[in-house]
């Protein structure tokens, strides 16, 4: 039922910026956390930022400062702008949602969560 859909993902220099979007359809987006995962070669996939229903938000130590993740209720739509890219921001990209409601918008544990397929971003020069 729920959908996820990312775009925006390509190729950047180190210490450009990029934002990907994912909108998603099938379900209530304004009652969900959403989330923006990540998955780099060779590692396992991590939680990057999360966003509750109020807009407040959490970062993974390794992106703070650098990632912004934002939403608009209206437009069901989610957001991570990525700036000072390195090399090891290089990964598929995924949102998510929440798997129920009144789960905490915390950054893990993402068990039983909704995906969208993901968006290469590559940081190279």
């Known amino acids: 039922q729920a959908q996820l859909v990312e775009s925006g993902g390509g190729s950047v220099l180190p210490g450009g910026s990029l934002r990907v979007s994912c909108v998603s359809s099938?379900?209530?987006?304004?009652?969900?956390?959403m989330g923006w995962f990540r998955q780099a070669p060779g590692k396992e996939r991590e939680a990057i930022a999360v966003?509750?229903?109020?807009?407040?938000?959490q970062y993974e130590d390794s992106v703070k400062g650098r990632f912004t993740i934002s939403r608009d209720n209206s437009k069901n739509t989610l957001w991570l702008q990525m700036s000072s890219l390195n090399a090891e921001d290089t990964a598929m990209y995924y949102c998510?949602?929440?798997?129920?409601?009144?789960?905490?918008?915390?950054?893990?544990?993402?068990?039983?969560?909704?995906w969208g397929q993901g968006i290469q971003v590559t940081v190279s020069s």
């Open positions: 998510a949602r929440r798997d129920l409601r009144s789960d905490p918008c915390s950054l893990s544990p993402w068990d039983n969560a909704y």
């Open positions: 966003i509750d229903i109020h807009r407040n938000t």
């Open positions: 099938g379900y209530a987006f304004e009652e969900y956390c």
